[in-house]
């Protein structure tokens, strides 16, 4: 799963509660709301509410598929629903080139790019190294010993991992940049790099 | 449907950078099988002094017992923190919690409520969950169920259709629901009731102990699991 911040702006006051209601289907496929979730949206001060939503990095093996969503909104005036948005969840490729073989793993930190920073929802995705199949999405690897599988790997080692999002968003991202399992264990480290606190980014 | 169960941590100490939270639901009594396959998230950072994290994390109604084979509503909860901390890492110990369920009913006397669900939430107010509460004289498999009321495209002709039904039904009409939480923790608690049907008495509120309120706050009834 990857946690997707949703957001509702008040239109008017005193609006008393808002839900969002989501699913997801294959592409192309319509919304089955007998499996939808709900939600109920957090005000944030002022007129925006927002809530994360639990998507999965995968729908019927595929790592792109369709999101759907609508508000149900309870207001003095009565009850309104929206119209149901359909979004495209795409997956792209973020990789980390390691030219001198420092690190044994790399994972991702990212979450899609938000109007203030503290609305970021922060996901993880471990990489997998070429040559290396060792891969355990959403978390960083055990303590383990694939430091010599590693170095038997020629340089650079190129490590890969995928991040997801709405298509036509962006997304920030950094590297957790692990060496592990060295023969001086005190010469273990791990770091993240985040560019400078900017981070990176890419269009989805 | 799910439930939602916020999960916080309160950094101790200087230099971490991340806290990710592992966990993993069974049957009761079974215990994880950690290289099987389980969820992780990261924690969203709050700031403050001391600084605060919390993940919400969207819980199951019920899971599948193997053993048994049937799905279970009752179940354990497992989980433990990793704490990435001055470049290194280390995990907290692993904690078990058993999820347990509670059903609630409510007695309409009048035949005032066409729509109703419980509101409720674990601990505080920080993760609310709408459970649709219904009469169990209204066929499960009803279009006018509770449940299909959200993605009902006609919302008047529901709520017409479901009043007639209601109204067909003996008094008193006795709504039912569930929720969940972990044994020994605290649910907070209102109904938010509206009759939708006819269209000039269309009225709803968010009912606590104390009568009608807005919904959250301090007028909610408490249950200690």
């Known amino acids: ?204 | 449907m799910s439930w939602y169960y916020p999960k916080g941590w309160t950094d101790q100490d200087d230099g971490i950078e991340q806290v990710l939270i592992h966990y993993a639901c069974t049957p009761p009594g079974q215990w994880p099988d950690w290289s099987w396959g389980h969820d992780t998230r990261v924690l969203q950072d709050f700031g403050g002094f001391p600084r605060r994290r919390l993940k919400v994390l969207r819980m199951p109604r019920e899971i599948w017992d193997m053993e048994n084979g049937w799905p279970t509503p009752e179940y354990r909860f497992h989980y433990y923190f990793e704490v990435y901390q001055h470049g290194d890492r280390w995990t907290t110990d692993l904690f078990t919690e058993d999820i347990v369920y509670r059903d609630l009913e409510y007695a309409d006397t009048s035949g005032w409520v066409t729509n109703i669900c419980i509101y409720y939430a674990v601990g505080d107010w920080t993760a609310p969950v709408y459970s649709p509460m219904e009469e169990p004289r209204i066929p499960a498999d009803s279009e006018f169920a509770a449940t299909r009321y959200y993605s009902y495209q006609d919302k008047d002709r529901f709520h017409h259709e479901k009043y007639q039904m209601l109204y067909g039904l003996d008094l008193p009409h006795r709504f039912i629901s569930r929720m969940w939480g972990p044994r020994g923790g605290t649910l907070v608690q209102q109904y938010h009731i509206g009759r939708m049907y006819p269209p000039e008495e269309k009225s709803e509120t968010w009912l606590g102990p104390n009568g009608p309120s807005a919904p959250g706050g301090d007028n909610c009834w408490v249950h200690h699991l």
């Open chain 1, 1 to 204: 799963m990857f946690g997707l911040r949703k957001s509702f702006v008040d239109p008017e006051p005193g609006i008393a509660m808002v839900q969002i209601h989501y699913t997801w289907s294959p592409r192309g496929e319509p919304p089955d709301w007998a499996g939808g979730d709900e939600m109920v949206l957090a005000p944030q001060g002022g007129p925006l509410r927002t809530a994360v939503l639990d998507v999965p990095r995968t729908v019927e093996g595929a790592p792109e598929f369709a999101l759907h969503h609508f508000f149900f909104v309870v207001s003095a005036q009565g009850r309104t629903s929206s119209p149901v948005f359909t979004e495209d969840i795409v997956a792209r490729e973020v990789t980390y080139e390691d030219t001198a073989g420092a690190y044994t793993s790399v994972g991702i930190v990212w979450s899609a790019v938000e109007p203030a920073p503290d609305l970021g929802v922060p996901n993880y995705t471990s990489t997998a190294m070429d040559g290396l199949s060792f891969e355990s999405p959403g978390t960083a690897p055990d303590d383990g010993s694939i430091y010599e599988f590693v170095r038997a790997q020629p340089l650079p080692h190129v490590f890969r991992g995928m991040v997801w999002g709405v298509r036509g968003t962006r997304i920030s991202y950094g590297y957790h940049l692990i060496s592990n399992g060295q023969p001086d264990p005190a010469a273990n480290t791990e770091t993240w790099d985040d560019n400078g606190g900017a981070g990176w980014t890419l269009q989805l």
